[in-house]
């Protein structure tokens, strides 16, 4: 559980000694956002819109498989992140390469589905984070914080229906782990990332590139 952070007193010397205390968190995380979320619920009522988004929800099999790694949802998007020492143990995502592979083959299920009116598409953006910390402000609330926290929801600008954007960070990780284990089997999503981006983000002295999955 997260470290919990409430000091009345302004300035308080222990607010400093605390968060100082704090070790980092590093892990991977990501934002997933079903796409016209908003649009559907002015063009239907709420029976349709409603039952739209539970087969959506329903669909992505990672909100089952990672339901303790769900930070929090705002509206239609939801932030995932997946700490580096749970990854080493979890029986589905034990990699950064199997975290990306399900991610793109739910996006591509849900694009070619055939019933198009009953599900949304999404759109992903993943970033490995190494200035993150474990903390909250809300008590008996987990959350992450750090600006790795906020240059993946920076990633999101970049993105649309049916792509997902992964910080250059995160793909000299999967780009590991594809060259020693998933070479020749994963090949199709490998090979969609496209060459790097570069982009100055709003509130960060530093470019940052990135690269795309368009599927």
Request: overall charge neutral; hydrophobic content about 35%; aromatic content about 16%.
């Amino acid at each position: 559980m997260a470290y919990y952070i409430n000091f009345t007193e302004l300035n308080s010397p222990e607010v400093a000694k605390k968060l100082k205390s704090i070790p980092k968190c590093p892990g991977t995380c990501f934002f997933v956002d079903v796409v016209n979320s908003t649009g559907i619920k002015h063009n239907t009522s709420i029976d349709t819109w409603g039952r739209i988004l539970n087969n959506t929800f329903n669909f992505i099999s990672f909100l089952k498989d990672l339901s303790n790694n769900i930070i929090k949802g705002i509206g239609d998007e939801i932030m995932v992140f997946i700490p580096d020492k749970e990854m080493a143990k979890h029986t589905l995502y034990s990699d950064y390469f199997s975290v990306l592979w399900d991610l793109y083959y739910t996006i591509d299920n849900l694009k070619n589905i055939p019933l198009k009116d009953d599900f949304l598409n999404c759109k992903v953006g993943i970033h490995y984070c190494r200035d993150v910390y474990n903390i909250t402000f809300l008590k008996d609330v987990n959350d992450y914080y750090g600006k790795d926290i906020d240059l993946t929801a920076r990633l999101m600008s970049k993105t649309k229906a049916n792509r997902i954007v992964i910080s250059e960070v995160f793909f000299q990780k999967i780009k590991q782990e594809y060259d020693r284990t998933y070479i020749g089997f994963h090949d199709k999503v490998f090979n969609k990332i496209s060459e790097k981006y570069i982009e100055d983000f709003k509130g960060f002295p530093y470019s940052t590139e990135y690269r795309i999955i368009d599927i």
